[in-house]
């Protein structure tokens, strides 16, 4: 199911500008970075609490 949604997404991203497939990859990457933070932080404190 992820894997269709990627293929989707990008497929999408083939059909515009240059310019636009930069700026939606960039808030794309910001968004997954700021995801991985969260759930990093969510693992931690599951780690923290278990002890």
Same mark, same amino acid.
């Given at each position: 199911?992820?894997?269709?949604?990627?293929?989707?997404?990008?497929?999408? !991203?083939?059909? =515009?500008?240059?310019?636009?497939?930069? /700026?939606? *990859?960039?808030?794309?990457?910001?968004?997954?970075?700021?995801? !991985?933070?969260? =759930?990093?932080?969510?693992?931690?404190? /599951?780690? *923290?609490?278990?002890?």
């Amino acid at each position: 199911m992820v894997n269709e949604k990627l293929k989707q997404f990008i497929q999408k !991203l083939h059909t =515009l500008p240059p310019q636009k497939r930069l /700026l939606i *990859l960039r808030k794309t990457i910001i968004e997954y970075k700021e995801l !991985l933070k969260h =759930l990093e932080q969510e693992w931690k404190n /599951l780690d *923290l609490g278990e002890e």
